[in-house]
């Protein structure tokens, strides 16, 4: 039976979601990109695989939206004082590697016979790392905080604006020519002017008027989009140019946190349709013309881009393990990648070759990343010692106070180390001070690092999970090490290493599970903080309490509350386990006692 045309495309969306959800299913129990998992449903339901979709023209323009909300966030989250502290030389490493990843793309695929347009595309492949990949997995890790989680996303904002600036010089039609090439500059120029322009005139009265309602905010924002991106295609740039600068016009307002949350959940929907409907279209071909280009840009992009950020890095003055954590996390090829690809071809600039050498670049190196990033801490321990040069080249240009050894350190003994300070860090801290113990603060976010400073506490900038850290916190003559940070893998690091250069010292570390626990204790830890089942010993002592006391829940609330904005008023500490602190203190104060 012959359906209609409106209800095959709800048919041929509904079978979309349904295939990328079942895929998205198996790649996750892999720990893949989700983004992988898009392509390869797409493959599976398109002409390539069992041809089950059948109205793909709509498809496509349904991936247009897509494209249009993922560069729409993009420039809503363009906040530049993300580059705090690292934004010049984060900037200037991005552009370097760029450069570089780009020349050397170009001359690889001149070397093996593309001509035209086709080097660009390929070396513009090679130039850029995933936002959207490397953002999450971050984020998932809790890193974007830590320095070298800064530097990152600094040097993906600069990377994606030089995409943005690429698709827009590529995005006319016709043979390359000087005044093509001026012509599209012009309008590029007249374009951000006139966008810049509207945000600073215009819309701030609009949106401090529609910000009173967030489904008004919504839509105001969503119309600025469209309207934006219509005035793009005018000038003869695509969707995608025009709904970044409708982001960047509006990034710099205080709504556009909420903006994010309101489209995020659209562009998550358009975005796997654009996926999946790319993994349609992808007929891929292994002819030695792909094949072998294929696996020496790969060479390029997981040892080349690699090898040379961590020079970059190290040249700058980040540390070795920085340097590292930097480097291979972004050694992979963005999304931009394959937005330019298939702009390639729809403007006929390149042919099925270049973008079957992008989609497998994006397959391979996605996956690959997944694994860095989850292995990353073994991988650093495994070739520290091969790495060592790179920290003369980056002694003499070291630039952050975070990641140098605490002179005033230097020759005290029986002091307490404190790993991590946020949360319960920060009540230990305390403890320590009132039973004034030297103390040092080893922290990986920068900016606790600077409150610690004006404080006066002893810090130093590092993560437990590097080796070099450890021996430069003088743990010869530490009585105690405490670890708030509950990675297994870190804290048994810190306590093969805290026992081996001082067989006497008390190792306090904490743990998310029970069996993370145990583990600990077999490896040599003297005691093991478990913050879920002690808040639930907590819980149950409140409840004990107002079981006996009905009335006196009023005065406990209070009191809390009093203790709670008293360490809010903290410059830098928002968050508080009582229950963690007070086991830690007692222990503490068990040990003052034995002495």
């Known amino acids: 039976m012959q359906l209609p045309s409106e209800l095959s495309l709800f048919w041929d969306i509904g079978l979309i979601i349904a295939s990328a959800t079942v895929v998205a299913y198996v790649a996750r129990l892999l720990r893949q990109p989700l983004i992988l998992a898009y392509l390869i449903a797409g493959f599976l339901i398109g002409p390539g695989g069992f041809a089950l979709i059948t109205n793909q023209d709509v498809i496509r323009t349904l991936s247009e939206f897509g494209i249009a909300f993922l560069l729409f966030i993009v420039g809503l989250e363009l906040d530049l004082r993300k580059l705090k502290n690292v934004g010049l030389s984060a900037v200037t490493i991005a552009v370097l590697n760029s450069t570089v990843m780009f020349a050397l793309g170009f001359v690889m695929a001149r ?76 309008k590029g120029v007249i374009l951000l002017l006139a966008t810049l322009m509207t945000g600073r005139l215009i819309l701030p009265t609009v949106l401090r008027f529609v910000s009173r309602s967030q489904e008004l905010l919504f839509l105001t924002a969503l119309s600025i989009c469209f309207i934006l991106a219509g005035i793009a295609q005018i000038f003869g740039f695509s969707i995608a140019i025009g709904s970044f600068l409708a982001g960047l016009s509006i990034a710099s307002f205080p709504y556009n946190i909420e903006i994010i949350s309101r489209v995020q959940s659209l562009r998550d929907f358009f975005s796997t349709i654009f996926f999946v409907s790319l993994g349609m279209g992808m007929g891929i071909s292994f002819t030695a013309g792909v094949v072998l280009p294929f696996v020496i840009a790969l060479a390029m992009v997981i040892i080349g881009k690699t090898v040379f950020l961590m020079l970059l890095c190290s040249r700058f003055g980040y540390s070795v393990r920085t340097s590292f954590l930097t480097a291979t996390s972004l050694s992979q090829i963005s999304e931009f990648s394959l937005i330019l690809a298939i702009q390639g071809i729809r403007i006929g600039h390149t042919g099925q070759d270049v973008f079957s050498i992008t989609v497998l670049l994006m397959l391979v190196t996605a996956a690959i990343t997944s694994y860095l990033n989850k292995f990353e801490g073994l991988l650093y321990r ?48 305390k403890a ?89 204790y077999a490896s040599g830890a003297d005691y093991v903080v478990l913050p879920k089942w002690l808040a639930g010993e907590k819980a149950a002592e409140l409840i004990g309490y107002y079981v006996n006391n009905p009335h006196g829940m009023e005065n406990l609330r209070h009191e809390h509350v009093r203790h ?21 203190g007692r222990h503490l104060k068990r040990l003052s006692e034995a002495e």
């Open 111 to 186: 070397a093996f016979g593309f001509t035209g347009y086709a080097p660009v595309y390929l070396g513009l492949t090679l130039a850029f790392s995933s936002t959207m990949i490397v953002v999450k997995l971050l984020s998932k890790k809790n890193e974007l905080s830590t320095l070298h989680g800064r530097i990152i996303v600094a040097i993906l904002l600069t990377e994606d604006v030089i995409a943005i600036m690429a698709l827009s010089i590529l995005s006319t039609p016709g043979d390359f020519s000087i005044s093509t090439l001026s012509e599209s500059f012009g």
């Open 382 to 429: 495994g070739l520290s010692r091969y790495l060592s040069p790179l920290e003369r080249l980056s002694g003499f240009r070291r630039r952050f106070i975070y990641e140098a050894q605490p002179s005033h350190l230097e020759g005290r003994k029986r002091h307490v180390v404190v790993c991590g300070y946020h949360r319960m860090g920060y009540g230990v801290v």
């Open 432 to 520: 320590l001070q009132r039973m004034e113990k030297e103390l040092l603060v080893i922290e990986f976010d920068p900016d606790i690092i600077d409150g610690l400073n004006k404080e006066g506490i002893p810090s130093m900038y590092g993560d437990i999970g590097d080796i070099e850290v450890l021996r430069r916190a003088n743990l010869s003559d530490t009585e105690i090490v405490i670890s708030t940070v509950p990675l297994l893998e870190d804290n048994l690091l810190l306590i093969d290493q805290a026992k081996k250069i001082n067989p006497r010292i008390v190792v306090i570390v904490t743990a998310s599970s029970l069996d993370h626990a145990l583990e600990l």
């Open 564 to 584: 709670i904005e008293r360490i809010k008023s903290e410059e830098f500490f928002e968050r508080y386990t009582p229950g963690i602190i007070g086991k830690i």
